[in-house]
């Protein structure tokens, strides 16, 4: 049987609660229902896993999903090694033997038709068949299947299947109000009160710009790179040219529309 050590969680991650998601997490737990993390990139969902994981005392193994993943990356194959042919089980199948929490990372990346492997594991049956191996894996008692999903990405072409989502209790995420995303980015990146409240109000600016030319404003995420980047002795202006302008846009208009909230703002 394979250690799980190197997935359990030593040391607290550090998590600022917004709402009740810790409880409703716990909650869904305790009958070892499937969860779905909904909310923007960057706002704190595998922060929060993480969290709770080591909150639950739980080893967690985390895929982070792509649209080449295949459902054998997931389950396991079989592979030539000195003894010969030998299967190796996957990552969620790893999972479900040892009683572990998978986090499927951004599960609408991958195609839909990798995903309905989870299916049989995510209904009363918790099951998880091997096909290749002929084999049945009944889910250990500790196992949960926690799925995060970013709506934004949803197109004709990049969207769960109604059969998966009605699956899952979801969980609502978003970026935290100004204070405590603030207070976020001080614990993150060592940051001072006054820098950190400016990233903030950057933040928000580009936020507001969602839907008119961006597809996502600045994450928490990048605002703790930008005051970082600060922390480095980097000028707060350039910080935020590097960290949060170049990596979301290339218009140029938009450019000048975040360089000139950024001016406003420090």
């Given at each position: 049987?394979?250690?799980?050590?190197?997935?359990?969680?030593?040391k607290?991650?550090?998590?600022?609660s917004?709402?009740?998601?810790?409880g409703?997490?716990?909650?869904a737990?305790?009958?070892?229902?499937?969860?779905m993390?909904?909310?923007?990139t960057?706002?704190?969902?595998?922060?929060?896993?993480?969290h709770?994981?080591?909150?639950l005392g739980?080893?967690l193994?985390?895929?982070?999903?792509?649209?080449d993943?295949?459902?054998s990356?997931?389950?396991?194959?079989?592979?030539l090694?000195?003894e010969?042919?030998?299967?190796?089980?996957?990552?969620?199948?790893?999972a479900?033997?040892?009683?572990?929490i998978?986090?499927l990372?951004?599960?609408?990346?991958?195609?839909?038709?990798t995903?309905?492997?989870?299916?049989s594991?995510?209904?009363?049956?918790?099951?998880l068949?091997?096909?290749?191996k002929?084999?049945?894996?009944?889910a250990?008692?500790d196992?949960?299947?926690?799925i995060?999903?970013?709506?934004g990405?949803?197109?004709?072409?990049?969207?769960?299947?109604?059969?998966?989502?009605?699956?899952f209790?979801a969980?609502?995420?978003?970026?935290?109000?100004a204070?405590?995303?603030?207070?976020?980015?001080?614990?993150?990146?060592?940051?001072?009160?006054?820098?950190?409240?400016?990233?903030?109000?950057i933040?928000?600016?580009?936020r507001?710009?969602?839907?008119r030319?961006l597809?996502?404003g600045?994450s928490?995420?990048?605002l703790?790179n930008?005051a970082?980047?600060v922390?480095a002795g980097?000028?707060?202006a350039?910080?935020c040219?590097v960290?949060?302008?170049i990596?979301?846009?290339?218009?140029?208009d938009l450019?000048?529309?975040?360089t000139?909230a950024?001016?406003a703002?420090?």
């Amino acid at each position: 049987m394979t250690n799980l050590d190197a997935y359990r969680i030593a040391k607290e991650p550090f998590y600022r609660s917004v709402g009740g998601e810790v409880g409703l997490f716990e909650a869904a737990y305790r009958s070892r229902m499937p969860v779905m993390l909904k909310g923007p990139t960057g706002c704190g969902k595998t922060r929060f896993v993480e969290h709770m994981a080591w909150r639950l005392g739980r080893p967690l193994i985390t895929v982070s999903c792509h649209e080449d993943m295949t459902a054998s990356d997931l389950v396991g194959r079989y592979l030539l090694d000195a003894e010969g042919t030998v299967w190796h089980d996957g990552p969620l199948t790893l999972a479900v033997r040892q009683g572990a929490i998978c986090y499927l990372d951004e599960i609408v990346e991958a195609r839909q038709d990798t995903t309905v492997v989870i299916h049989s594991l995510t209904d009363d049956r918790r099951i998880l068949p091997l096909e290749k191996k002929n084999e049945v894996v009944k889910a250990h008692p500790d196992f949960q299947v926690v799925i995060s999903y970013n709506p934004g990405y949803q197109s004709v072409l990049k969207d769960l299947k109604e059969s998966t989502k009605q699956r899952f209790a979801a969980i609502p995420f978003d970026y935290p109000e100004a204070a405590g995303e603030a207070e976020i980015v001080m614990r993150e990146a060592g940051a001072d009160k006054r820098t950190a409240e400016a990233l903030v109000r950057i933040g928000a600016r580009s936020r507001n710009l969602k839907g008119r030319g961006l597809e996502e404003g600045a994450s928490t995420r990048m605002l703790v790179n930008a005051a970082l980047l600060v922390a480095a002795g980097v000028p707060i202006a350039e910080a935020c040219q590097v960290a949060l302008v170049i990596p979301i846009t290339d218009d140029d208009d938009l450019r000048d529309a975040l360089t000139g909230a950024i001016a406003a703002c420090v």
